[in-house]
């Protein structure tokens, strides 16, 4: 909680990411409140008040993906509009402001944005309940890069070895991503 609202004012990136570790953390603890108050509220090295605080703040979030039915996969509403909001902003940038910085570090990315929205579509085939194979193409350049950033951060959590070529594509994402982070802000802060 404490982390996401501060990040949720100075990196909307990172709070999505966070978020999206925190999902996948209720869904680790089965949405047990009890399990997630024993392993990571009881453990987190804040006041008695503040593990209340943030025991009401996993019920609320528990609360909110069961209602949305995100037992297995699948985003907060909440996040799904800051992912949104970015999104419209890339295209405004690129489209309608034309800002050259952005387009530049877009162009830098766009090979390794393909790439990385084809693996998603291979990924998300899904066998319908009638046999037939179905995909779902990821289509948004911003979605597709916070898919990326977020595999990239397992694989360095779960210490399994990323490759050079991995590392430098990811590198070019990441600049675009920091450089439309801090045009949010600023869109935001009303500059």
Partial sequence: MFVAEEKIKSNIAEYIL????????IRAYQFEIAAIEKNIIQNS?????????LKNWYMDLIDKMRKARLEKKGHLEEVNEK?????????TLLQAIKDKEYIALYDNAKGE?????????????EETPDGEKKSTVVKNDVLACFNGLYGLWLLRLQKKKVSK????????ISAMMA????????????N
Wanted: zero cysteines.
């Fill in 83 to 91: 992912i949104a909001e970015l999104t419209l902003l890339h295209s």
């Fill in 113 to 125: 944005i393909e790439e990385l929205k084809k693996r998603s579509e291979i990924k998300s085939m």
């Fill in 45 to 53: 090295g804040v006041s008695m008040v503040q593990q209340i605080q």
């Fill in 18 to 25: 966070y978020m999206w570790h925190i999902e996948e953390v």
């Fill in 165 to 172: 070529e991995t590392t430098e594509a990811m590198k070019k």
């Fill in 179 to 190: 450089n439309l982070t801090v045009k949010y802000h600023s869109m935001m802060s009303g």
